[in-house]
């Protein structure tokens, strides 16, 4: 099986920079994409970033040019860089890892997400 567990989250005041890190660990044969999305109170989970095996990256338009997202392929592991962050990145925030694992000869692909962690930007 493969786990997925974020860190990183807090409280921070407007105009603040924050780190999210997400860790895949498990019977992983490799990764493919690996994403941040996230979720505010009353609204539906969207994609934040989202970061390929090759570091191909996209980004919702509401966060460019103040989240990046990069990726370490040797420990399974990707973050969200997160600056000049607003009342509005208030939300919970998932990591999802799309890993491949090998059983009886085949490959399979699945997603995988982390339990969460909570971002809350306040005054």
């Known amino acids: 099986q493969v786990q997925v567990v974020e860190s990183g989250g807090g409280l921070v005041q407007p105009g603040g920079s924050l780190r999210l890190s997400c860790v895949a660990s498990?019977?992983?044969?490799?990764?493919?994409?690996m994403g941040w999305y996230r979720q505010a109170p009353g609204k539906e989970r969207e994609l934040v970033a989202i970061?390929?095996?090759?570091?191909?990256?996209n980004y919702i338009d509401s966060v460019k040019g103040r989240f990046t997202i990069s990726r370490d392929n040797a420990e399974n592991t990707v973050y969200l860089q997160m600056n000049s962050l607003e009342p509005e990145d208030t939300a919970v925030y998932y990591c999802?890892?799309?890993?491949?694992?090998?059983?009886?000869?085949?490959?399979?692909?699945?997603?995988?997400w982390g339990k969460g962690t909570l971002v809350t930007v306040s005054s």
């Open positions: 999802n890892c799309n890993a491949n694992t090998r059983a009886g000869g085949n490959v399979f692909s699945r997603h995988y």
């Open positions: 498990g019977t992983i044969f490799s990764i493919n994409a």
């Open positions: 970061i390929t095996n090759v570091g191909s990256t």
